[in-house]
């Protein structure tokens, strides 16, 4: 009997092993290729710049969807890939202090009703399901004015792609039955242009239950060099530590492990004057008490301007980013124990 307890406690030992060896090839099957085909599409002319309840919108709504499931990531209890809101808009959330905004407030125009979709795709967890991690970017932008077409390829094709690439690593593994153990929920928002209204949305009309969300990881531009940065290899992290140290503590390892961007804090803070704790999706998820990182790339002269398109886009940074995003995701949903909260 002893001798078969000892097998058993080294073979799952060694399974576990395994399993947390597999991270790896998986995020390697981020690629630069695939990230380009995507915001190729997401960041096209055609899609008139993704207005939440425009047709570009919807158009990229359903690409998306498609993405979903030709990878084969079902919707949440096999229902509908689409969240749809109708809510009014609340007021533009720049993520620049200094931004001349007038034309951008002309071209939003006054409070009106809205209708979005955010699309939803589930990757059910194994042993413990019953929680979740979900990973969001933003897939909307400003639109169209006049002949003017605000493309949006940072802001935020950048971080829709990454979502869509770290879904198919996912996917990828649990195929190969390397699947998460937690649940983990992929969510392409729209209506954050408008005020963060999808994510609200979201969170007052939760698929799963707040208290059972682990984390959210918040991608919102990661494909170009920020204002104050001479070099791609880094990241602005922002929030990591506001409620958890343990998810903080992670993201740092994964990152020192595997990575090796740098990370940056200089906005990580509450008072930070630019604010932009406030300003990503991320938010209505730390409003509930729920850890958040926010990873950003920082404003650059292209900022909200027609002149965001696809050409000065930086896809080995995506992939970089993405990678460790995924990797933190992979850690999360794979550790033993849940990331408690400060003061738990």
């Known amino acids: 009997m002893k001798k078969t307890n000892t097998l058993l406690i080294l073979f799952n030992i060694i399974g576990m092993l ?20 995507h915001l190729s599409v997401l960041a096209s002319d055609s899609l008139e710049g993704r207005e939440t309840g425009k047709p570009g919108q919807k158009m990229a709504a359903d690409y998306i969807m498609n993405h979903f499931k030709d990878i084969g990531i079902p919707p949440y209890k096999r229902k509908k890939y689409y969240q749809k809101f109708k809510v009014k808009s609340g007021r533009h959330l720049c993520k620049c202090e200094d931004c001349d905004m007038s034309f951008i407030k002309k071209l939003l ?10 699309v939803l795709g ?10 979740l991690i979900v990973i969001t970017a933003h897939y909307d932008h400003l639109g169209k004015h006049d002949s003017l077409i605000f493309n949006g390829a940072d802001d935020d094709a950048s971080g829709t792609v990454a979502a869509m690439e770290i879904a198919e690593a996912f996917m990828l593994a649990k195929k190969d039955g390397f699947g998460p153990r937690r649940s983990i929920l992929i969510m392409a928002v729209s209506g954050e242009e408008k005020g963060l209204l999808g994510s609200k949305y979201y969170t007052d009309h939760p698929i799963f239950p707040l208290e059972n969300t682990v984390a959210n990881l918040n991608i919102d ?6 204002d104050f940065k001479e070099h791609s290899n880094y990241v602005y992290l922002i929030g990591s530590d506001m409620l958890s140290t343990e998810l903080h503590d992670i993201s740092e390892e994964v990152n020192e492990k595997y990575t090796q961007l740098e ?8 008072d930070d004057p630019n604010r932009y704790y406030y300003r990503s999706d991320h938010y209505n998820f730390a409003k509930n008490n729920i850890p958040v990182i926010f990873y ?9 301007k027609p002149t965001d398109t696809i050409e000065k886009i930086n896809f080995e940074k995506i992939k970089k980013i993405s990678k460790l995003i995924f990797l933190t995701a992979w850690e999360l949903a794979n550790r033993e124990e849940r990331i408690k909260l400060k003061g738990e």
């Open 109 to 118: 125009g006054q409070k009106q009703k809205i209708k979005g979709e955010n």
């Open 18 to 37: 395994v399993f947390s060896q597999e991270n790896t090839k998986y995020a390697e099957t981020i690629n630069v290729y695939d990230l380009e085909k």
């Open 221 to 226: 531009m990661i494909g170009r060099i920020g």
């Open 263 to 270: 990370l940056d804090y200089t906005f990580n803070k509450e």
């Open 296 to 304: 950003f790339n920082g404003i650059h002269e292209d900022y909200h």
């Open 122 to 131: 589930y990757i059910e967890g194994s042993d413990l399901k019953e929680e």
